[in-house]
């Protein structure tokens, strides 16, 4: 989320700058960084009201490759057009992604789309096993991270796409059990495991006996907020900005 600072920069005299900041999402500062205030509650609310939509709409995913590479481009573009100017669009440049020790490289540009098919393969492999929807999801999420293939929104796609998967079974993503802590932690696991499997000695290091499921926290993490009840997903609106007079 925004800082403290950066939201009273954004917003002088706010008496609670730092409830404010919990309506901004922090890759809209990121890549707008002379946005105003208003102006980013009004992108925020225009994102969270298209991934509601699309999160509404999704019944399925892409049945070939070449399908989901198209899915990609044009959710991305469907959830973050006339926001960002590179919406709709793989990466052209590389990219580093996490935190610390567990900072990676994402895939090299001229390979995203291969990278993607790749992608694709294994999780309709695991969709044709006995792998629960659950494991299938948590393949899904580490395999499309790990590619990285935007330069940001990879959450919010790779969240709807898992959406589709979960509507095919009857179920939905409880939005509101949402814990950012347990799933960023949960993905870090499964890629440093999956790191380990493919030999990337760096990160195989950090842990030294070898799990039974690589993607076991994701996994169940995964199950934690899985549904097969209707949600309400009301988009919550930011406060407006403070008056300025």
Known sequence: MVGWAGCKKRAPGAEEPAQLCRHIDLALLSHCPDASFAELCTANTVVAGRVHRANLNIK?????????????????????????????????????YGKGRHERDGAEPDQIE?????????????????????????IFLQAFFEVHPFLDGHGRIGRLFVAGLAAEHGLQLASSNFDEGRYVKALESAHTWCAKQSG??????????????????????????????????EVESPPPPPSRE
Not at 207 to 233: A, K, V, W
Request: net charge negative; hydrophobic share 40%.
């Open 114 to 138: 291969t990278k993607l098919r790749e992608v694709f393969a294994r999780v309709q492999h695991a969709r044709t096993t006995a792998a629960t929807p659950s494991r299938v999801m948590a």
């Open 200 to 233: 990337v000695r760096a990160l195989a290091e950090l842990h030294r006996s070898e799990p039974s499921n690589p993607h076991g926290l994701l996994e169940s993490y995964i199950d934690s907020i899985l549904t097969g009840q209707s949600l309400d997903l």
């Open 60 to 96: 399925s995913v892409p049945v070939t490759a070449e399908a989901f590479l198209s899915w990609c481009l044009e959710s991305h573009r469907t959830i973050f057009g006339d926001v960002w100017d590179f919406a709709g669009q793989f990466r052209s440049e590389g990219v580093r």
